[in-house]
T-cell receptor, first 116, second 116 residues
Framework: AQTVTQSQPEMSVQEAETVTLSCTYD???????LFWYKQPPSRQMILVIR??????QNATENRFSVNFQKAAKSFSLKISDSQLGDAAMYFC?????????????FGTGTRLQVFP | SAVISQKPSRDICQRGTSLTIQCQVD?????MFWYRQQPGQSLTLIAT?????????ESGFVIDKFPISRPNLTFSTLTVSNMSPEDSSIYLC?????????????FGPGTRLTVL
C-alpha cells in the first residue's frame, strides 16, 4: 500500500525568508501524481502545486517550487520569500487512480508558522 | 477549478442522532469524494460517491454508518448516522472534473461536526 510521510510536524520561518517542507512516499507504481495542499485556519484545502511522476522537471508556481527525487521517493516543497499569508498546515498527497476510485493519500501534515 | 459549497458549515449534534451533509458543485464533475479529518489529523478518504450506483467505501468505513447519495453529476450527500463523540471531525467533499492525468481534486470548505 502507498504511504506518505511528513517528518516535520511544525516548521517556522521569518517573513521574506525561504523554507523547505519535506515529504517522502512509498509506492511500487511507476506512474503517479504528487501534490502539496495548504489548509489555513479557514480549513479550506487549497492546491499549492502538483507534479507528475513521469516529468523530470520540477514543478514551480510563483514562489512555490518542488524538489522531486523519484528514485529517492522524495517530494519537498520550497517556499521562497515567505509571507504571513503562507502560515497554514501543509499536506503532501499522492494520487493513485484505480478502477473505481481516484483517491488521494495524505501525509500527516506540517504546520508552518511565519514570523514578521 | 470548481466552485464547491457544503452545507452546513458546522453543526453541534447529540449522540445517537444523524446529520446529512450536502455538497454542491457549480458544474458537472466525473467523480466526487468524501473525506474525514479528525481533530489535529490528516485527511482520510471515506468513500467515492458514484452517480447512479452505490458508493465505493474505503476499508474501515461502512454504508450503514456513512450512507452516501449522488443523484446527479453536481450533487452528493453524506450522512453520519447514529453519531458518537468519536465522529467529531471535519468532513470534506472533493471533486475531480475528469480522470485525465492533468486533473486535480478540489475541495469544498468542509463541515465541522461536533458530537456531544
Amino acid at each position: 500500500a502507498q504511504t506518505v510521510t511528513q517528518s516535520q510536524p511544525e516548521m517556522s520561518v521569518q517573513e521574506a525568508e525561504t523554507v523547505t517542507l519535506s515529504c517522502t512516499y512509498d509506492t511500487s507504481e511507476s506512474d503517479y501524481y504528487l501534490f502539496w495542499y495548504k489548509q489555513p485556519p479557514s480549513r479550506q484545502m487549497i492546491l499549492v502545486i502538483r507534479q507528475e511522476a513521469y516529468k523530470q522537471q520540477n514543478a514551480t508556481e510563483n514562489r512555490f517550487s518542488v524538489n522531486f527525487q523519484k528514485a529517492a521517493k522524495s517530494f519537498s516543497l520550497k517556499i521562497s520569500d515567505s509571507q504571513l499569508g503562507d502560515a497554514a498546515m501543509y499536506f503532501c498527497a499522492y494520487r493513485t487512480p484505480t478502477y473505481n476510485t481516484d483517491k488521494l493519500i495524505f501525509g500527516t501534515g506540517t504546520r508552518l508558522q511565519v514570523f514578521p | 477549478s470548481a466552485v464547491i459549497s457544503q452545507k452546513p458549515s458546522r453543526d453541534i449534534c447529540q449522540r445517537g442522532t444523524s446529520l446529512t451533509i450536502q455538497c454542491q458543485v457549480d458544474s458537472q464533475v466525473t467523480m466526487m469524494f468524501w473525506y474525514r479529518q479528525q481533530p489535529g489529523q490528516s485527511l482520510t478518504l471515506i468513500a467515492t460517491a458514484n452517480q447512479g450506483s452505490e458508493a465505493t467505501y474505503e476499508s474501515g468505513f461502512v454504508i450503514d454508518k456513512f450512507p452516501i447519495s449522488r443523484p446527479n453529476l453536481t450533487f452528493s450527500t453524506l450522512t453520519v448516522s447514529n453519531m458518537s463523540p468519536e465522529d467529531s471531525s471535519i468532513y470534506l467533499c472533493s471533486v475531480l472534473r475528469d480522470r485525465a492525468s492533468t486533473d486535480t481534486q478540489y475541495f469544498g470548505p468542509g463541515t465541522r461536526l461536533t458530537v456531544l
